[in-house]
């Protein structure tokens, strides 16, 4: 993040010193509570892409989500609640980018890993790199995920070709894949949803 400071021209007369201000910060994972996990509207936010002080806000945001979801063990119980917490992760990406929610047994979030980076409208993905993520973090599930920057949420047939290589690659392992979805603005699809995983 770039702060650019206004200087006072050098005839200016300083301010009078004052006390600093103190006031109790608390921490703010500690303090949120599981409806605050339901991000609902993200208005303009989503779909645009976000430099500076803004882009610094929402991966500041994404951080205290995840420490929250996992300090306070909040199982991801629906496809709603992924779809919230990827709208934060994904939604404002220019470019494609394939991510992975590692998750134990009881569906509880061990990490969040963006994989791949691609270009505007595709990225490259290598199972292997997937499987040996999975077994690093010990997940018993994942959750698959990509934005489409070009706007459409439409599973295309590599999108479905992937999800099927994938979950016969950590089937092997014992590894479930719950779910792919597709992040595009504010619009986030489901593919097990469509009977597509």
């Not at 994404?62 to 300090?71: D, E, I, K, M, P």
């Not at 973090?137 to 999108?159: E, F, I, R, W, Y």
């Not at 590894?175 to 469509?194: K, P, Q, W």
């Amino acid at each position: 993040m770039t702060v650019t400071l206004a200087t006072a021209p050098a005839t200016a007369t300083p301010a009078p010193a004052r006390a600093p201000v103190r006031r109790r910060r608390k921490p703010v994972a500690k303090d949120c509570e599981a409806p605050y996990l339901r991000m609902g509207h993200m208005g303009s936010v989503a779909g645009a892409q976000l430099t500076g002080p803004e882009s610094s806000i929402v991966s500041a945001a994404l951080a205290v989500l995840t420490a929250y979801l996992r300090s306070h063990a909040v199982a991801f119980d629906g496809p709603q609640a992924v779809r919230d917490y990827l709208l934060l992760a994904l939604a404002t990406k220019p470019h494609e980018v394939f991510a992975v929610l590692f998750l134990d047994s009881q569906h509880r979030l061990i990490a969040f890993e963006e994989m791949f980076r691609g270009t505007l409208t595709q990225t490259s993905v290598y199972p292997r790199e997937v499987v040996l993520r999975a077994l690093h973090h010990q997940a018993a599930a994942v959750v698959l995920a990509h934005n489409h920057p070009s706007g459409s949420t439409q599973p295309s047939t590599a999108d479905e070709s992937l999800t099927r290589t994938l979950k016969t690659t950590l089937a092997l392992v014992d590894v479930r894949v719950l779910d792919h979805f597709i992040v595009a603005g504010l619009n986030v699809t489901s593919m097990a949803e469509l009977g597509m995983v």
